[in-house]
């Protein structure tokens, strides 16, 4: 049956928390898109009018078609050179949905995107639909076909996997740039120990280039090795210039809600650092130098005001 303008104005009404759900369960924006429209597809095909209640179908649509996307990304990601790491969103981005309350902040902190991808697809999909947007165990358990207990002890061990990860500290926009200001003027001091000061003990620096832009494979771990990556990351190299396209200027962002170095070369995103501030300094600097994963980034850029850059021509 052909959707009417009516049909078709209720399913963009729930376009935006169709996204951030996709975007939280895949981390991958184009990969949200991607199956937001297959919803929609599968919108259009349906018999509306026998929908009883339009936003539970949409969404267990969506999620199972997520689920099926995990499934077949981490035999993807098998293969997939070098480290994986999500794609980075800029402040403001739709993308990131609600963030009223703490728990839908953290749920889209860079840090939890990539401890979610320890969990399993229905550990993921049952932490997301319920810490995240407040579905009540009973309506996820009838999108994922489960019993509300099943879903009740899945979020519970979820909770916990994640919770593993080190206790994060929330961040406003003035901390943001002070965070970023003090990492770069120690990170293109030319030397190890001002960085040493700001990172935890345990710190680690892991990059995602793809396969297209240099990047380690394995990630750097406590704080003098990380250190020592940055100091030589950051220092200055024909090489380095020839490989952004120019000399990048550094800007301090919001991403995914917490601080980053925003590395931007005659308007185009080249990376995104971001880092992890805990209360006992940097726990894990973050490199996100995929261009495909920067293509929305960059279009954000381009159509925002993100202020002056903290360091410029910085290779």
Known sequence: MALTFSDVDRFEAARPRLEAIAYRLLGSASEAEDAVQETYLRWQAADVGRIEVPEAWLTKVLTNLCLNQLTS????????????????????????????????????????????????????????????????????????????????????????????????????????????EEFLAAATSGETQPLIKLLTSDAVAVGDGGGKVPARASAFEGARAVAKFLRGLFKPAPAKRNLAGGSPDLYAATVNGGPAVVAVVDGRVFGIMCLERTQEGIAAVRSQVNPDKLERATERWAAGDFGPPVVTEAL
Request: net charge negative; no cysteine; proline share 5%.
């Open 73 to 180: 990304a981490r035999a993807r990601r098998e293969t997939y050179v070098g480290q994986w790491l999500p794609e980075p969103l800029l402040e403001g981005d739709p993308m990131l949905g609600p963030a009223e309350t703490a728990e839908q902040r953290e749920s889209v902190s860079y840090a939890v995107l990539v401890l979610l991808e320890r969990l399993s697809p229905n550990e993921r999909a049952v932490y997301v639909l319920r810490e995240a947007f407040a579905y009540s165990h009973r309506e996820i358990a009838e999108i994922l076909d489960l019993n509300e207990a099943a879903s009740q002890q899945i979020f519970h061990r979820a909770k916990k996997h994640v919770a593993q990860g080190r206790a994060r500290v929330e961040i406003d926009e003035v901390a943001v740039r002070r965070i970023v």
